[in-house]
């Protein structure tokens, strides 16, 4: 696959998995906890990235900060794994969820990333896995897709 298509459709991806949690917090109501709201940061800082590679001469700087927060995101869905695998090891109401919420993006846009659910009520699945468990499985795919296109630049 060309690295620029591939690029356009991780853009796209995350763009697309953005759409699935304001479907999920405003149509469903499950309210993103403060770990959601990271993730949702790290899936559209990949996106912007792999959007702006595709337009690039040179895009190995843009896919590099795909791949970065496709790593971070690895960390934050493996935390919110721990969280539910560990019944009264809450992210609820601490400070990381009153500093997400004062952060500009979150009081100018709050109906995207204000945190307001706790970690562990991201129980519910689809097609057998929670929402954190899809999240680590497209942030893996991602990181592996970024990685593989870095190294097949250098060999070129």
Excluded at 78 to 92: E, N, Q, R, T, W
Excluded at 123 to 144: D, R
Aim: proline fraction near 6%; hydrophobic fraction near 50%; include cysteine.
């Amino acid at each position: 696959m060309n690295p620029r298509t591939l690029l356009l459709s991780i853009a796209l991806a995350c763009f697309g998995l953005i759409g699935v949690a304001l479907y999920l917090q405003h149509v469903v109501d499950l309210l993103p906890c403060p770990l959601c709201v990271i993730q949702r940061y790290l899936f559209l800082l990949i996106g912007f990235a792999c959007l702006a590679g595709y337009f690039m001469q040179r895009p190995a700087i843009a896919t590099g900060v795909g791949l970065l927060g496709a790593l971070g995101g690895l960390g934050v869905a493996g935390k919110h794994l721990y969280v539910l695998a560990h019944p009264g090891f809450s992210c609820g109401i601490d400070p990381m969820e009153t500093i997400l919420n004062k952060i500009p993006t979150a009081t100018y846009l709050p109906f995207l990333f204000q945190a307001d659910g706790l970690c562990e009520n991201a129980t519910e699945g689809f097609l057998g896995l929670s929402i954190p468990q899809w999240s680590f499985v497209w942030f893996g795919l991602f990181a592996v897709a970024l990685g593989w296109t870095l190294l097949r630049g250098r060999r070129a």
